[in-house]
């Protein structure tokens, strides 16, 4: 089994600082893209950045200069660095991987965490 577990979602006002981290653990062969989704109240979940295995990375477009994906791929590990926080950015965020479990898979499968609350205040 696979498990992404988030951590370092809070509440803080806007203009401050959160960085979210995730960890994949159990049967993992590999680990394709990383990434962070959000879903707001009443809204669809949304994609807000993603990281390559090589490091390529894309952003929302509203997240652009404030936000910052990076990952260990040592640790199975991917952050996002938050910036200049607005209200607006208030969500649940999702940690989420494509990741092949074992040797005999070809097809990497989505893997996702359980959320972490991100509420930033105005």
């Known amino acids: 089994q696979v498990q992404l577990v988030e951590s370092g979602g809070g509440l803080v006002q806007a203009g401050e600082s959160l960085r979210l981290s995730c960890a994949a653990s159990g049967s993992i062969f590999s680990i394709n893209d990383m990434g962070w989704y959000r879903q707001a109240p009443g809204k669809q979940r949304e994609l807000v950045a993603i990281i390559t295995s090589g490091g390529s990375t894309d952003y929302l477009d509203s997240v652009k200069g404030r936000f910052t994906i990076s990952r260990d791929n040592a640790k199975n590990t991917v952050n996002l660095q938050m910036n200049s926080l607005k209200p607006e950015d208030t969500a649940v965020y999702y940690c989420?991987?494509?990741?092949?479990?074992?040797?005999?898979?070809?097809?990497?499968?989505?893997?996702w965490g359980q959320g972490t609350q991100v509420t930033v205040s105005s």
């Open positions: 989420t991987a494509r990741i092949i479990p074992s040797i005999g898979i070809r097809i990497p499968q989505r893997y």
